[in-house]
């Protein structure tokens, strides 16, 4: 069983940056993909960005690509998400999750994630 905790969300203005962290224990994250996703009021939770096991593949949502870089420190059981240049669009509440299953590529889809945290809400003033 993984236990995930998410922090540093928070009010930002746009243009702004925020390092969300996501702190995994009692169970096997090192040997997982780890997902980042996000829901915005009224909408369906959506893929934001992936990372393999050893951080060496990496997948993010088009819209994210070249503003958030996500990351893994397996020594600290930790995965963040650097988010730079936020837009107004960007605000919703930000869940970490891994994958269901050990020992492979990274994932977009929701249904391949098992484990999940309590979401961070992260929210960008225009």
């Known amino acids: 069983q993984v236990q995930l905790v998410e922090s540093g969300g928070g009010l930002v203005q746009a243009g702004g940056s925020l390092r969300l962290s996501c702190a995994a224990s009692?169970?096997?994250?090192?040997?997982?993909?780890m997902g980042w996703f996000r829901q915005a009021d009224g909408k369906e939770r959506e893929f934001v960005a992936a990372?393999?096991?050893?951080?060496?593949?990496?997948y993010y949502l088009d819209y994210v690509r070249g503003r958030f870089t996500i990351s893994r420190d397996n020594a600290k059981n930790t995965v963040y998400l650097q988010m730079n240049n936020l837009r107004f669009e960007d605000t919703a509440v930000y869940y970490c999750?891994?994958?269901?299953?050990?020992?492979?590529?990274?994932?977009?889809?929701?249904?391949?994630?098992?484990?999940w945290g309590q979401g961070t809400q992260v929210t960008v003033s225009s």
């Open positions: 999750a891994a994958d269901r299953i050990e020992f492979r590529l990274p994932r977009k889809e929701e249904s391949e994630y098992l484990y």
């Open positions: 009692g169970g096997t994250s090192s040997s997982r993909a």
């Open positions: 990372i393999s096991r050893n951080g060496g593949t990496t």
